[in-house]
């Protein structure tokens, strides 16, 4: 009896020994390629990735995380640095653009268009086309490795395409911009047509980084400078005539003076588009210790034929510790309305004639 115990306590130690050591050597990859064992020998492109991911046909880089997800979101994020460092992107423009994209969709396709402004922009999550992963690796201590990589081939020729679509994009819009009678319309698409081309060019640049020689042999038939001077001139022919009411200390008028100077228009007494503004404050009475106003804005924009483009009446309350320190935080929120609300109407007003 007591040799038949020592058999089987050893024939049960060694089938122990043998699942163990399956366990151990198999480690699985959650959405890799490929995974690798948490062995001390790493893979040769953790050593050297130029000599697995050749620089001449690969842009490549190894991220690292205690997770596969956040060691993709790594190498990700490096190869979007080379980008970033090497390519400046107004984010006025990559704004713009987008707004573009959105409102006339159809000549490019809803995918592609947010396909390519998302390229354009170098978005928070850092989405690269065409990018790839790897195989991933895990180490001795559990720490995740994956290689991220774009085919400079593949991906350029992906880039050329693009490059070239936006460039007919905007031949297109140049196209409806001559057949345009009112200049405003005239401007709104000359100043998609200058947003298009600056995106096709940050587009010509990404190119340079991914295949100098596909990028220089990439020969676009809209020059930007002419454009934007086509563009600058259209806009400083257009005169605008502001008239603002109940405006003491001429602050509002001061504000939508810059408003027109910033968009290129010219301020005239006698334009042919009017910039209207109705200012009124009035002090109220409310149980706390603060002054407080009632302030209302009125907003308009009227075209050539007396069409209002942006029309916003905006109202509210401030408060402050006295009069004037009321009446400021007035203006500050008026102000923001010019900025932001009444300008962002005006752009959205410009994009609306790109879909007709």
Known sequence: MKIRIQKWNLALISSMLLV??????????????????SSKKAPQWMEDKDAVYSPEAYLAEVGEGDSLKAAKSAAAGAIAQIFRTRVTVDMTVS?????????????????????????IGQTADQTLANLRYGESWTDS??????????DRAETGRLYRQRVLDEDRRVSELLDRARQQTDPLRRFAFLDAALVVSEAAGVLLQQLEII???????????????ALRAAQADQAAGIKVSVQVSGDEDGRIAALLNDWVAEKGFSASVGGDMLLSAVVSMEKVELNNDYENLNWELNLALMDASGYPVVAIPRQGRSSGVSASAAESRAFLDMTKTIQGEFDKEFVAYLDSHLTK
Do not use: H, W
């Open 211 to 225: 295949d100098m020689p596909m990028a220089r042999a990439t020969i676009l038939s809209n020059e930007l400078g």
């Open 95 to 119: 704004t713009r653009y987008s707004e573009i994209t959105g409102s006339d969709g159809n000549s490019q396709g809803s995918n592609k268009t947010t396909d390519v402004a998302q390229t």
């Open 20 to 37: 163990f050591l399956l366990l151990s050597s198999c480690v699985t990859s959650d959405g890799g390629t490929s995974g690798f064992s």
């Open 141 to 150: 201590l559990g720490r995740v490795y994956v290689i991220a990589y774009l």
